[in-house]
C-alpha cells in the first residue's frame, strides 16, 4: 500500500530558517527529512526526543560577565595601549 502524506505549515523565523537549511545542507538532510524523523522520533519515543529546557550559564560564564562588567565600569583602571610593539613587549 503507498504511504499517504500530509503538509504542514510551519512559520519560522527566516534567518534561523537559513542557518538551519545550510547545517542540514552540509549534513545531507533535507528539512523535510528532519521534520519527518523528528515526528518519527515523537511516535517512538512518546514524547520529544530531545531535552527542552531554559538554557543555563556556567559558572565559567557567570564569571566572564561579571570580570567584563567591571572591565566596563572601571576603564579608567586599565592602560590603554595604541602602539602595536609597545603591546606585544607588554604581553612577551
Do not use: C
Not at 505549515?9 to 545550510?22: G, I, L, R, S, Y
Amino acid at each position: 500500500m503507498a504511504s499517504l502524506t500530509a503538509p504542514i505549515n510551519v512559520q519560522v523565523d527566516a534567518k534561523d530558517k537559513e542557518k538551519a537549511t545550510e547545517i542540514l545542507q552540509r549534513l545531507g538532510v533535507t528539512m523535510s527529512g528532519l521534520i519527518n524523523m523528528t515526528i518519527k522520533q515523537v511516535i517512538m519515543r512518546g514524547g520529544i526526543p530531545f531535552e527542552v529546557r531554559e538554557p543555563q550559564m556556567s559558572n565559567d560564564m557567570k564569571a566572564a560577565l561579571e570580570e567584563l562588567d567591571y572591565i566596563e565600569t572601571h576603564l579608567e583602571e586599565y592602560k590603554k595601549n595604541n602602539n602595536w610593539e609597545e603591546l606585544k613587549k607588554e604581553l612577551m
